[in-house]
Nanobody, 125 residues
Framework: QVQLVESGGGLVQAGGSLRLSCVASVRTFSRDIMGWFRQAPGKERDFVAAITWNGGSTYYADSVKGRFTISRDNAKKTVALQMNSLKPEDTAVYYC??????????????????WGQGTQVTVSS
């Protein structure tokens, strides 16, 4: 059974930092594209960042570029999202997702095969 478990969310002041982590219990982790998405109340789930199987390529939403960094450790089956210079508009539930694709990074949630339960990030002004 595939499981993705996020951790690291919390409450932080604007300008602060948080590091999210996602642990995967999937055999194909080292071949999967891993992504982070977020969903604010009343809004759609939006793409945040993604990383290819070997970490060779990353892609970020324009809204987080230069502030967030995605990384992965295939030996530990983890993917992390370092979030710096946080803004109140970054407040959302953050989800880790896995895409078993033979192609490149997708920003569409429907392309991802497995999801975690989410972790809340709240940024106060």
């Amino acid at each position: 059974q595939v499981q993705l478990v996020e951790s690291g969310g919390g409450l932080v002041q604007a300008g602060g930092s948080l590091r999210l982590s996602c642990v995967a219990s999937v055999r194909t982790f080292s071949r999967d594209i891993m992504g982070w998405f977020r969903q604010a109340p009343g809004k759609e789930r939006d793409f945040v960042a993604a990383i290819t199987w070997n970490g060779g390529s990353t892609y970020y939403a324009d809204s987080v570029k230069g502030r967030f960094t995605i990384s992965r450790d295939n030996a530990k089956k983890t993917v992390a999202l370092q979030m710096n210079s946080l803004k109140p508009e970054d407040t959302a539930v953050y989800y880790c997702a896995a895409d078993r694709t033979l192609y490149g990074i997708s920003v569409h949630p429907s392309e991802y095969d497995y999801w975690g339960q989410g972790t809340q990030v709240t940024v106060s002004s």
